[in-house]
């Protein structure tokens, strides 16, 4: 019993010199959110908004840019607020005015709406001053699980200089206009049903 202790102790001192060893993490110069830049009326169903799919990568909090050679890289000084494919989503919520016959929420709400958004984000990122953001977006209709339309949306900036502020005002523009597109997507989709 007394080597386990022993045994433990040592451990956890080499433990503790390994951790103090490594780098301390970068604080970013800024952070950025996604935002909604328009609010679209006419929702005429209440909607459940699930938040995009992504890759882990672009899903973080880090802002992704890729080189000439197709690798990509984080961006440095500049990351998300927070999660970017949850800031898209309630980008999209924010985006559809209150009032209206329908109401958009999050599934945490635990409302059990007619119909629900899924969607995939493919991209956000950036190409030297070029930003894209491109979502696939699914209406389900949330009774039987079935596919009731679906769209890509694609919204591209261009950043005024290669400084990282700029291209990261330019990346969240683009994600900004991909969830007003997907907002709008949804409201035409819903339209259309009696």
């Known amino acids: 019993m007394k080597m386990k202790l022993i045994g433990l102790g040592l451990a956890t001192s080499m433990l503790a010199a390994c951790v103090s060893v490594l780098p301390e993490p970068e604080a970013p110069d800024a952070l950025y959110s996604i935002e909604a830049n328009v609010?679209?009326?006419?929702?005429a169903h209440d909607v459940t908004i699930r938040e995009p799919e992504s890759a882990r990568l672009v899903a973080g909090q880090g802002m992704v840019s890729e080189r000439g050679d197709g690798g990509l890289r984080m961006v440095s000084g500049a990351e998300w607020a927070g999660p970017a494919t949850r800031q898209i989503q309630f980008a999209m919520i924010d985006s559809f005015e209150t009032g209206d016959a329908g109401s958009a929420v999050a599934p945490e709400l635990g409302i059990l709406t007619p119909y629900e958004v899924a969607s995939r984000l493919s991209a956000l990122k950036l190409n030297g001053t070029r930003a894209t953001c491109e979502m696939k977006v699914t209406v389900i209709v949330s009774v039987d699980r079935s596919l009731l339309d679906q769209?890509?949306?694609r919204a591209e900036q261009?950043?005024?200089?290669?400084s990282s502020a700029n291209r990261a005002l330019a990346l969240r523009?683009?994600?900004?206009?991909?969830a007003s597109q997907a907002s709008?997507?949804?409201i035409e989709t819903l339209r259309d049903v009696s």
């Open 39 to 43: 609010v679209h009326a006419g929702l």
């Open 151 to 153: 769209t890509v949306v």
């Open 158 to 162: 261009t950043a005024t200089s290669n």
């Open 173 to 178: 523009a683009a994600a900004s206009e991909c």
């Open 184 to 186: 709008l997507f949804v």
